[in-house]
């Protein structure tokens, strides 16, 4: 291997590398599949590869077009125009579409509150809905092109409120409920956003997370918002400042059933959504529409292998980029039924997920690793208890996924009838890329098997040479697809450096990973400074940014420990400010700033005090030696160019 990641333990690379298992796909689902065997597969990657124009432009009709669009691709790296002169709306194909059919009738969402309450919307509903709160944003200011921030719990008036966006052409800016107010503050300003949309709060393992109250807080310095739309959710008392604030539920009452879909560019904006990177600044992801929609689309179909009789569950939070694309975008532009749950997995008890599989007949449910590490270590008396028996496809995202808890997954979970799809993507490339397609790819466990059509993928060096089976390298995609990001908000410069500068000429994924002798990849997880924590993605220089704005602390480094549960723990060694002296009180207290800063899931899990960090004579952080430290507490390897010894030394003992 020539990448070590640090984000996965050696000895679950080493299972993976032993892992010779091999799961044919079940006969029923081959026969009835919308890709029906690997020939069939083989076909449309040769053809999608081969004349990518002519194969895009058919899987293309699969969107309602206003205007056809006149080239498929104009490609000028860094920079993709997909379906340029085309015009169209997400909203139009999330929702009108099916109007015209007995679909208009059929559930489009079917939520489930944490505390019990269930809400289901057709399609019919739901475009009365989408039309109304339309009407609300242009009412309140809001046109073409304006960024709206949304900051909400996982209530149907989320969807709701972004669908409204795409149909004006607002662009929206989900800012995942969990985020502090700093952290929500910074990416409203990011963006410029000109409202926010937001609920008096949500629920979450029986207590209220107050969404508003850090609303209020963000509002203090956020000088681009004029506005704020309040969803009653919890009914809890809250604070609506006359003139700037205002109830959804009164502003709904007022405005007309129905709103003409704007007639969108195929590269307008339709959404911007943060994530972490390497430096301390989230970076804003910007997808257009056409493309997006077209390939969140079309994964959502062969890799879910969707049919109208399905209730599909992906557990992923709307906050993130898998609850936009397989919660949001794809499944309701193919016109499937989305369950939707507010809430926590073990409340009020550790089967709630089983409880809402048997309640709603749930036939395909998407989860994150994780989640079902947690669940393994609830063990199998919760899934147990419940008829799971309506399931028939199995989904995994966000991390590598273990050989065992792939095979617990498949057991427990799957009874041996469900394919299991390991789908590999990022929030940067919008749709899924290598993924099974359940009626066709034999599976291995701890694999994400193939590329989809239409995606060109190789392991390189560093210096581009592409490296020859089981030989460890750098993932990297090889040509455009519709669904990539088009750039980084605000920052060109920055998207193509990261992205298209690593490795001369292509994409670079940040992932390591090796392709064994059937070409099926196995990823291995971050090879930069992003860890993967509870299947969150988290730069260590955000940790790091948030540790020092702390009085106390002088430097701080952080780093990625494996874990069983949570893929990543945080780590940080911190040094103090003169005068400054480690304590017990002190460790807690810089949790508790880092939680502020960023949100809970940044809480470091181990704070350690350091009198320095090691460095190398250049002045940068030695982090592999961190990493090895806090994963082992033993530093093997060259530590030649450390600056100072007995830096190290000092670690060691702190460690003892
Ligand atoms: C990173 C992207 C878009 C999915 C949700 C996370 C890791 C994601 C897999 C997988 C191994 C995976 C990668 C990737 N990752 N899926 N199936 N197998 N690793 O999106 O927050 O943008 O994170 O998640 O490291 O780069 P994200």
């Known amino acids: 291997m020539s990448t070590i990641s640090p984000d996965r333990s050696t000895s679950e690379i080493k299972s993976v590398l032993h892992e010779e298992r091999i799961?044919?796909?079940?006969?029923?689902?081959?026969?009835?599949?919308?890709?029906?065997?690997?020939?069939?597969?083989?076909?449309?990657?040769?053809?999608?590869?081969?004349?990518?124009?002519?194969?895009?432009?058919?899987m293309a009709e699969k969107l309602h077009w206003f205007t056809r669009w006149h080239t498929v691709l104009e490609w000028n790296l860094p920079h993709a125009r997909w379906f340029v002169g085309g015009t169209l709306n997400a909203s139009y194909n999330c929702v009108d579409r099916h109007l015209n059919s007995w679909r208009r009738n059929k559930a489009a969402i079917i939520w489930e509150g944490e505390p019990g309450e269930v809400r289901t919307l057709t399609y019919q509903q739901l475009y009365r809905e989408v039309?109304?709160?339309?009407?609300?944003?242009?009412?309140?200011?809001?046109?073409?092109?304006?960024?709206?921030?949304?900051?909400?719990?996982?209530?149907?008036?989320?969807?709701?409120?972004?669908?409204?966006?795409?149909?004006?052409?607002?662009?929206?800016?989900?800012?995942?409920?969990?985020?502090?107010?700093?952290?929500?503050?910074?990416?409203?300003?990011d963006a410029r956003c000109k409202l926010v949309v937001t609920a008096d709060g949500g629920w979450r393992r029986g207590s209220e997370v107050r969404l508003k109250a850090a609303v209020d807080e963000a509002l203090q310095q956020t000088p681009s918002v004029e506005r704020c739309i309040v969803v009653r959710r919890t009914g809890s008392p809250v604070r609506m400042e006359p003139g700037r604030d205002f109830w959804w539920h009164e502003l709904v009452e007022t405005?007309?059933?129905?709103?003409?879909?704007?007639?969108?560019?195929?590269?307008?904006?339709?959404?911007?959504?943060?994530?972490?990177?390497?430096t301390g600044k989230p970076k804003g992801i910007l997808h257009t529409t056409g493309g997006y929609l077209l390939q969140t689309a079309l994964t959502t179909e062969w890799v879910f292998d969707l049919r109208d009789e399905d209730i599909y569950w992906c557990t992923a939070d709307i906050g993130w980029v898998t609850g936009h694309s397989y919660v949001v975008y794809g499944p309701l532009a193919n016109g499937a039924t989305v369950l939707m749950y507010e809430g926590a997995p073990n409340y009020p008890e550790?089967?709630?997920?089983?409880?809402?599989?048997?309640?709603?007949?749930?036939?395909?449910?998407?989860?994150?690793?994780?989640?079902?590490?947690?669940?393994?270590?609830?063990?199998?008396?919760?899934?147990?208890?419940?008829?799971?028996?309506?399931?028939?496809?199995?989904?995994?995202?966000?991390?590598?996924?273990?050989?065992?808890?792939?095979?617990?997954?498949?057991?427990?979970?799957?009874?041996?009838?469900?394919?299991?799809?390991d789908t590999w993507w990022q929030?940067?490339?919008?749709?899924?890329?290598?993924?099974?397609?359940?009626?066709?790819t034999p599976t291995k466990p701890g694999s994400a098997t193939r590329p989809l059509p239409g995606v060109e993928a190789d392991i390189r060096t560093k210096d581009g040479r592409s490296v020859g089976p089981n030989e460890g390298g750098y993932l990297v995609?090889?040509?455009?697809?519709?669904?990539?990001?088009?750039?980084?908000?605000?920052?060109?410069?920055?998207?193509?450096?990261?992205?298209?500068?690593?490795?001369e000429g292509v994409y670079f994924t940040g992932d390591g990973a090796r392709r064994d002798e059937d070409g099926y990849y196995?990823?291995?997880?971050?090879?930069?400074?992003?860890?993967?924590?509870?299947?969150?993605?988290?730069?260590?220089?955000?940790?790091?940014?948030?540790?020092?704005?702390?009085?106390?602390?002088?430097?701080?480094?952080?780093?990625?420990?494996?874990?069983?549960?949570?893929?990543?723990?945080?780590?940080?060694?911190?040094?103090?400010?003169?005068?400054?002296?480690?304590?017990?009180?002190?460790?807690?207290?810089l949790k508790r700033h880092v939680v502020k800063e960023i949100g809970a899931l940044a809480r470091p899990d181990e704070i350690r005090f350091t009198d320095a960090l090691p460095k190398t004579r250049s002045g940068k952080i030695m982090r592999r030696l961190l990493r090895e430290l806090a994963a082992s507490g033993v530093v093997r390897g060259d530590t030649t160019t450390l600056e100072d010894f007995s830096v190290l030394e000092k670690l060691r003992m702190e460690e003892e």
């Open 350 to 421: 550790p089967d709630r997920f089983w409880e809402l599989i048997e309640r709603h007949r749930v036939t395909i449910f998407y989860t994150a690793p994780t989640a079902i590490r947690s669940f393994i270590r609830w063990g199998e008396q919760w899934p147990l208890k419940h008829d799971l028996s309506s399931l028939r496809l199995l989904g995994s995202v966000g991390e590598p996924i273990n050989p065992e808890a792939w095979m617990w997954y498949r057991e427990v979970i799957g009874k041996g009838r469900c394919p299991i799809v």
């Open 477 to 503: 995609i090889t040509r455009p697809w519709p669904s990539m990001m088009r750039t980084i908000w605000g920052d060109d410069e920055r998207y193509r450096k990261q992205y298209w500068s690593e490795i």
């Open 522 to 589: 196995w990823v291995m997880g971050r090879v930069d400074d992003v860890i993967n924590v509870s299947g969150h993605r988290l730069g260590t220089a955000e940790v790091e940014s948030a540790l020092v704005s702390h009085e106390a602390v002088a430097e701080a480094a952080v780093v990625g420990r494996p874990d069983e549960i949570k893929g990543s723990a945080i780590v940080a060694f911190v040094t103090l400010e003169a005068g400054r002296t480690p304590s017990e009180e002190l460790r807690e207290e």
């Open 131 to 189: 039309c109304r709160f339309a009407n609300v944003l242009k009412r309140m200011g809001i046109s073409r092109g304006d960024r709206v921030a949304i900051y909400m719990p996982m209530v149907p008036e989320l969807p709701i409120a972004m669908l409204a966006c795409a149909r004006i052409g607002a662009t929206h800016s989900v800012v995942f409920g969990g985020f502090s107010a700093e952290a929500l503050r910074d990416r409203i300003n």
């Open 23 to 58: 799961f044919p796909p079940p006969e029923d689902f081959a026969r009835s599949a919308h890709i029906r065997s690997m020939e069939e597969y083989e076909r449309l990657y040769a053809e999608s590869l081969n004349s990518p124009e002519t194969f895009w432009a058919r």
């Open 255 to 278: 405005v007309d059933d129905h709103c003409p879909p704007e007639e969108l560019d195929s590269e307008h904006p339709l959404y911007i959504l943060y994530t972490s990177g390497t």
């Open 427 to 440: 929030t940067e490339t919008g749709a899924i890329m290598i993924s099974p397609l359940p009626g066709a």
